[in-house]
């Protein structure tokens, strides 16, 4: 099976989520779950993260970090191998202890990140683990900390709880906690902040940006990667900014490509020179360049290419 893409850049920020083996219980006692916050702690001071929350629960742990050195890959394998030694040395075990390679969402600064971070520090009351009354009572999360104040320098908190309207004081840690106590109760608050997708895809955030970050991911990628799991944005991105310079090079725009005929000579043309440039498929380009249906394009670009042909 083809491995997922590692997307990585200098100031990335990430969800990070990964489960036990097996969905294996395997902070289910105190000491594995100090000896990973132990290990990931280490991993912060080595790889120069910023930390903005984390949770660990029974079978899987949440992160939302930052890494301005651009070294996501090296810092996760640093500290799911080194707690996996520690843990089976401890146990006498041997073998993987996690599922799969961990996810790492991309996350937009500001609102997004700020979303994650709520997420993540309601995940034990979702999970039905502590009442939301309890939540800062919850030993392995980021949440506890923060409101004890034994907090190491890279756990910060600054940017996204000034997102939300509080400040790094015991009263803005009281209106935090009430936010949170609020966050919990309305489910359709949770829907609007799309509480069920922060842990799927690819990236969180405004779809201009996720666009954005897209198209220049793209033009830095090699095109083998392209075809990587998860990675459909990025080659569609990769689609329209070649169409783009096809539209532009032709002296066209995408509002007359949208009111144009759909076998419009010059349409066909640029359909059949995308086709030629990148890997697009018929359902795609037909849809984007309102073309019709799949069929139809096809029907356009065999007869075009005929006539070139003749």
């Keep these: 099976m083809a491995r997922k893409l590692r997307l990585q850049f200098e100031g990335a920020i990430y969800h990070v989520i990964n489960r036990g083996n097996y969905r294996r ?4 006692s105190a000491g594995a779950a100090m000896a990973f916050e132990q290990c990931l702690f280490e991993a912060c001071e080595q790889a120069g993260w910023r930390l903005y929350a984390y949770a660990i629960m029974r079978n899987h742990f949440h992160l939302a970090v930052e890494t301005p050195r651009a070294n996501l890959v090296e810092g996760m394998h640093w500290l799911q191998s080194t707690f996996a030694t520690r843990f089976n040395r401890f146990r006498n075990e041997r073998g993987h202890l996690f599922q ?3 996810k790492a969402i991309l996350v937009e600064p500001g609102p997004h990140l700020a979303r994650v971070v709520n997420y993540i520090h309601l995940n034990p009351q979702r999970a039905g683990i502590v009442p939301v009354d309890l939540l800062a009572q919850f030993r392995w999360s ?3 900390r923060f409101l004890r104040g034994d907090r190491p320098l890279f756990l910060e908190c600054a940017t996204w709880l000034r997102e939300l309207g509080f400040d ?4 803005g840690w009281r209106g935090y906690g009430d936010h949170l106590r609020w966050l919990a109760a309305d489910t359709e608050e949770q829907r609007r902040q799309a509480f069920e997708h922060l842990s799927k895809g690819w990236a969180i955030g405004d779809e201009g940006w ?4 897209a198209q220049d ?3 830095k990628l090699q095109p083998r990667s392209l075809h990587e799991p998860d990675t459909s944005e990025l080659r569609q991105a990769r689609w329209n900014a070649m169409l783009d310079r096809l539209l532009a090079k032709a002296g066209r725009t995408r509002a007359e490509m ?3 005929a759909k076998s419009e000579s010059w349409k066909v043309a640029l359909a059949l020179q995308l086709k030629r440039t990148t890997m697009a498929p018929n359902a795609w380009i037909a849809q984007t360049m309102a073309m019709g249906t799949p069929g139809s394009l096809s029907v356009y670009l065999s007869a075009a290419r005929k006539e070139l042909r003749n």
């Design 25 to 28: 219980d395997v902070f289910e």
């Design 168 to 171: 790094d004081s015991p009263a």
């Design 142 to 144: 980021s949440f506890r």
């Design 100 to 102: 799969s390679r961990y």
């Design 210 to 213: 996720r666009a954005s970050l």
């Design 258 to 260: 949208a009111e144009a």
């Design 217 to 219: 991911l793209a033009r």
